[in-house]
């Protein structure tokens, strides 16, 4: 059974940093893309970034220069580094799985098999 599960979120000012991680179990994370996403209060699910499988990472344009993706193959997980965070980022934030090597376009992420349940980031100006 695959479980992922995130942690790190929490309350932060604008221009301060936050650093989101997803436990996996059931599945390995050097061998698929993964990706994170966001959902804010009122708005569609998006795209944050995402990594494949042999570590090309793609970002939304809202947050590139700013965030990181990356994964650690041994502890089998995967982080989003989140700096000069802005008070737009705040959303709940999910990461999940496919099962492909490649990611496509960074979309919704309608086509990830799995997801976990999210973690809350709230930036205040």
């Known amino acids: 059974q695959v479980q992922l599960v995130e942690s790190g979120g929490g309350s932060v000012q604008a221009g301060g940093s936050l650093r989101l991680s997803c436990a996996v179990s059931?599945?390995?994370?050097?061998?698929?893309?993964m990706g994170w996403f966001r959902q804010a209060p009122g708005k569609p699910r998006e795209g944050v970034a995402n990594i494949n499988s042999d570590g090309i990472t793609t970002y939304a344009d809202p947050v590139k220069g700013r965030f990181t993706i990356s994964k650690d193959i041994d502890k089998n997980s995967l982080y989003l580094q989140m700096d000069s965070l802005k008070p737009e980022d705040t959303a709940v934030y999910y990461c999940?799985?496919?099962?492909?090597?490649?990611?496509?376009?960074?979309?919704?992420?309608?086509?990830?098999?799995?997801w976990g349940t999210g973690t809350q980031v709230t930036v205040s100006s």
């Open positions: 059931g599945y390995t994370v050097k061998s698929y893309c």
């Open positions: 999940a799985a496919d099962r492909v090597p490649r990611c496509g376009i960074l979309t919704a992420g309608y086509e990830f098999n799995y």
